[in-house]
């Protein structure tokens, strides 16, 4: 892999908690001037004092910056000490600094999480919610799908609402191929739009490693997403939907791809 394509695939990474049993792991949290070069003055020093940093997420929120720390002591050093140095600096306002119990840390001290949009979510492992939808199905059969598809439908619905809110209602529909990088920035799985038409209403969508469809079926799997999709275009668009999965990762596709059209072309 090349530098250009990891800088491009960058994951997402997003601490809950880490174990280390060999290592002397702490969590520093800081409370920083929201000033250029205040998270680096932190760093460095930090660094400079025998501490390797594993892990950091800032950000800064009018007149604070924030940042959450997981480093590795790899010199003796006394915390106590590191905390009042710390917040000798120009630019920390105030530092926390707990060692980790046995080399693990939970990271429960940044809470709640919020998304940057100023909304707060919560977090669950993808074969979780895979498992729960799973489950639905396995217990009521085609009822099963049914409760999945509607539950996608209504959440997409709800997510669109929130689109609209925040970015407003033109913007997302002059934005249908930028719109789709929501899945990827919620890590459902990429997508991108293949073809889209206003009038009459249709587009086709492909969608690359849907946290679905990471089963095996002889036919397409789809129906959260497929419900979601249709909530999401009904409420942005105002339009009675229809959506059908016709290619699909878990029916030996490389990808699922969905077919989404007017059904009939009224305000909703
Ligand atoms: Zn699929």
Not at 2 to 7: K, L, M, V
Not at 11 to 39: C, T
Request: net charge negative.
């Amino acid at each position: 892999m090349t530098q250009s394509e990891e800088i491009e695939h960058i994951v997402k990474h997003v601490e809950v908690f880490r174990y280390m049993p060999d290592r002397k792991l702490v969590q520093i949290i800081l409370n920083l001037k929201n000033e250029p070069g205040a998270l680096a003055e932190a760093t460095v020093s930090i660094s400079s004092w025998g501490l390797n940093i594993l892990y950091c997420s800032a950000y800064a929120a009018n007149e604070h910056g924030f940042a959450d720390i997981i480093a590795e002591q790899r010199k003796d050093c006394d915390i106590i000490s590191v905390q009042q140095k710390l917040e000798s600096l120009h630019s920390v306002n105030k530092a926390n600094i707990k060692q980790a119990d046995q080399g693990l840390i939970v990271d429960s001290d940044s809470y709640p999480v919020m998304l940057s949009s100023g909304q707060s979510a919560v977090i669950l492992r993808k074969e979780l919610i895979a498992s729960m939808l799973k489950s639905t199905r396995d217990a009521f059969g085609s009822g099963g799908e049914v409760i999945v598809y509607q539950q996608g439908k209504a959440s997409g619905k709800n997510e669109a609402l929130w689109l609209i809110k925040v970015l407003g209602e033109e913007r997302l529909i002059n934005n249908v191929q930028y719109l789709l990088r929501i899945f990827g920035a919620f890590g459902w799985g990429k997508a991108e739009l293949v073809s889209f038409n206003m009038q009459p209403f249709k587009g086709i969508i492909r969608f690359y490693d849907s946290f679905e469809c990471s089963v095996q079926s002889d036919r397409p799997y789809s129906q959260f997403i497929r419900g979601f999709i249709s909530g999401l275009a009904e409420t942005i668009f105002g339009i009675k939907a229809k959506c059908s999965e016709n290619k699909c990762r878990a029916a030996g596709d490389s990808y699922c791809e969905f077919e989404i059209s007017a059904d009939v072309q009224c305000s909703l």
